[in-house]
């Protein structure tokens, strides 16, 4: 039933404290929160090994992805490996990755981090944020990903 509610896909991504080096994961749980002050939220799995290494940085960066970048989520939610071998980022003003071609980003400071079942649940407040790329973004709807459709105005 949920998988039939099409979801934007996000990367949320860090330089890791301990190491210097950058980390991340993919996520379709993202969301808007509040306006006033800026919050958004994301679900992030108990059984994750890259958000313990993410959530040690004193912020965490949201790229918004581009239908393009199915394999740019492939690869950040694969299991373990360098994540960001090969790929292309920038630094955000917050010192994290911004991935290239992504279609926005966030810096945002972690707020709270509540358990929901298998998963937390993390709100967190936007620092800063900027757009880059162009075009559609990254859906994932059914258990596949795709691109977003414009609807042609009726006449």
Not at 46 to 60: E, I, L
Request: aromatic share 8%.
């Amino acid at each position: 039933m949920l998988g039939r509610f099409a979801t934007g896909v996000v990367a949320i991504t860090a330089v890791d404290p301990a190491d210097g080096r950058p980390s991340g994961l993919a996520a379709n749980s993202f969301t808007s929160v509040s306006l006033d002050p800026p919050l958004v939220a994301f679900c992030v799995a108990h059984s994750s090994s890259s958000w313990p290494r993410v959530r040690g940085a004193k912020a965490v960066t949201v790229n918004v992805l581009a239908e393009d970048q199915q394999a740019v989520c492939a690869r950040l939610a694969a299991k373990g490996g360098d994540k960001f071998a090969g790929l292309a980022w920038t630094g955000s003003p917050g010192g994290n990755p911004v991935i290239d071609g992504a279609l926005a980003w966030m810096d945002c400071a972690v707020e709270a981090e509540h358990p929901a079942g298998d998963h937390v649940i993390v709100v967190a407040r936007v620092l800063r944020l900027g757009t880059q790329g162009e075009g559609g973004p990254l859906v994932f709807f059914r258990g596949r990903y795709g691109g977003f459709a414009e609807a042609v105005p009726s006449l």
